[in-house]
Structures are given as C-alpha cells and as structure tokens.
C-alpha cells in the first residue's frame, strides 16, 4: 500500500461505545496529526505527533484520545462522544521534526454519533 | 481579523478562461503558505507550496505578498477537473487551514 491509510472509512456509534480509529503511512514520515473538519468549518488540527512524541494537544476533549505506537502508525481512541463530535476525522503525515506544512491525508472516517 | 481568510464563493467560471483567488492572513510572522485542494468528500491534497518569489505549476501560478499578507492562486485555462475547494493553509509555527473557496468550472 502507499500513502496514508485510514479505517474504518465510515463509522456510526452510540455514544457510550467505545471505538478507535486507526491511520498507517507508508512514506517513511516522521510527523503524524489528526484533523476534525466539520460541515462549514475549517479543519481544525487536533492533535500532533513527532518521533512518536505528542508535540500539540489542540484543547481536545478527553473523550479523544490519541495513541501513537511507531512513527508509521496513530489511533484516535474514542468514548463517550457526543452528536457534535460527527465529522470527518482526518489523518496526515509530513517529514521534518516540527509541524510542516505539507501533509499529505488520508482518506479519512466519517463518523456518526447517534 | 480572523487569522487565514477567504472568500467561500462559489466561483463559478467558465471552461478556459483564468481565476484566481487570495487568501488573507492576519500573522505578520507567519513563514511558510501552501495552497491544498479537496475535491467533495475527499481529503486534502496539497497542489503547491507557494515560495516569496512566486512559482509556477503548468497551468497554476502562486504568489505571495507579504505587505499585504496575502496569497494568491492563479489558474489558467481552467479545466473542468479543476472543480475543488481550494485551501489556503498558513504556517506560523502552527499550522492554520482556510476554510476554503469553492470553484465551479462550467462547460
């Protein structure tokens, strides 16, 4: 495979489940970020990785919480949501040791909360 | 002032002709600019880094002002692919997303 992969693609859950979203890059980057984009909104970064360390934590509800195990590899755990937390959520992956500008995505997962 | 603006359109634009559209920022510091398209329901991609001296990409042209704090993207003979949100993305340590302006290329 190549480039940024996300599953699930589409997921619905109630909100006392529990569920994780799973990002891979295959580029050999090093920076990994998660993204909200909501309807009418902009993408809002949530979270960033470098070297497997969390660099920025975006006043993210605790409800969402990221794991990063290897530089090729971020989960966002979630519990707990709420209706307003349907988005896409969105995964990128960039070289260099800060946040960078040029990030290449995944196709993302669009979740429901029900 | 909002910190990366643009105008949301749509741009509705005829097969061939050129349009072009800025983005507004509102950090004097800010470093480095790049403009990303999204076509509906699929992720970002980035199209061009847009560099102090202006560059160019076939058919589309960045530039950036920096007393005006602005960026521009020029596309030229549009094509119907062309059809996307285009995304100014501002970079001043932190990395801030437009919200985006919609293009319509018309046949």
């Known amino acids: 495979e190549t480039g940024v992969t996300q599953t699930p693609r589409h997921l619905v859950m109630g909100m006392t489940n529990k569920k994780s979203l799973k990002c891979e890059q295959h580029?050999?980057?090093?920076?990994m970020y998660w993204y909200k984009q909501s309807a009418k909104k902009p993408l809002e970064l949530m979270f960033v990785?470098?070297?497997?360390?969390?660099?920025e934590n975006n006043s993210v509800p605790s409800r969402f919480s990221p794991e990063c195990p290897n530089s090729s590899h971020l989960f966002l755990h979630l519990h707990t949501l709420q209706p307003e937390d349907s988005a896409l959520y969105l995964c990128?992956?960039?070289?260099?040791?800060?946040?960078?500008?040029?990030?290449?995505f995944g196709p993302g997962t669009r979740l429901t909360v029900t | 002032r909002k910190e990366v603006e643009q105008d949301p359109g749509p741009f509705n634009v005829p097969e061939g002709a050129t349009v072009a559209f800025n983005c507004t920022y509102s950090?004097?510091?800010?470093?480095?600019f790049f403009w990303y398209r999204q076509d509906c329901r699929k992720e970002p991609k980035l199209l061009m880094s847009?560099?102090?001296s202006g560059n160019e990409d076939g058919r589309f042209t960045a530039q950036l002002n920096r007393a005006s704090q602005y960026i521009s993207l020029l596309i030229r003979d549009s094509k119907l692919s062309d059809s996307a949100t285009y995304l100014c993305?501002?970079?001043?340590?932190?990395?801030?997303f437009g919200k985006g302006t919609r293009l319509h290329i018309l046949p």
């Open positions: 990128a992956s960039s070289q260099a040791g800060t946040e960078n500008g040029e990030q290449y």
């Open positions: 580029l050999g980057h090093n920076a």
């Open positions: 990785y470098n070297f497997k360390e969390q660099t």
């Open positions: 950090n004097s510091a800010s470093q480095s």
């Open positions: 847009v560099y102090s």
């Open positions: 993305v501002v970079q001043e340590g932190k990395i801030i």
